[in-house]
Nanobody, 123 residues
Framework: QVQLVESGGGLVQAGGSLRLSCAAA????????MGWFRQVPGKEREFVAA????????GYADAVKGRFTISRDNAKNTVYLQMNSLKPDDTAVYFC????????????????WGQGTQVTVSS
């Protein structure tokens, strides 16, 4: 079992930046690949980015490639999502999640989920 808590969401103007954090408690954090997803009302949860257990491999959705960067600090049991050049279309609730497998871009690959943090990008 692992508990995940996201933070860092908020309201930002288009073109701005935010950094999301996801703190993990419970079983060994480095045992999991980690991912970020996002969801808007009425739509399915969408893959954003993922990082392998050691952090040596990453993957991104085309919509965020070149703007978002996922990273992790296994000593701090935390995964981050640096979001730059934000667009109104990035507005969503962002969730972090933990998976046993890699690669992991499908929501079904993730076993544990946080409660989410709201990101709103104004035009």
């Amino acid at each position: 079992q692992v508990q995940l808590v996201e933070s860092g969401g908020g309201l930002v103007q288009a073109g701005g930046s935010l950094r999301l954090s996801c703190a993990a408690a419970g079983r060994t954090f480095s045992s999991y690949a980690m991912g970020w997803f996002r969801q808007v009302p009425g739509k399915e949860r969408e893959f954003v980015a993922a990082i392998s257990r050691s952090g040596d491999r990453t993957g991104y959705a085309d919509a965020v490639k070149g703007r978002f960067t996922i990273s992790r600090d296994n000593a701090k049991n935390t995964v981050y999502l640096q979001m730059n050049s934000l667009k109104p279309d990035d507005t969503a609730v962002y969730f972090c999640a933990a998976a046993f497998t890699w690669p992991a871009s499908a929501a079904g690959s993730y076993k544990y989920w946080g409660q989410g943090t709201q990101v709103t990008v104004s035009s």
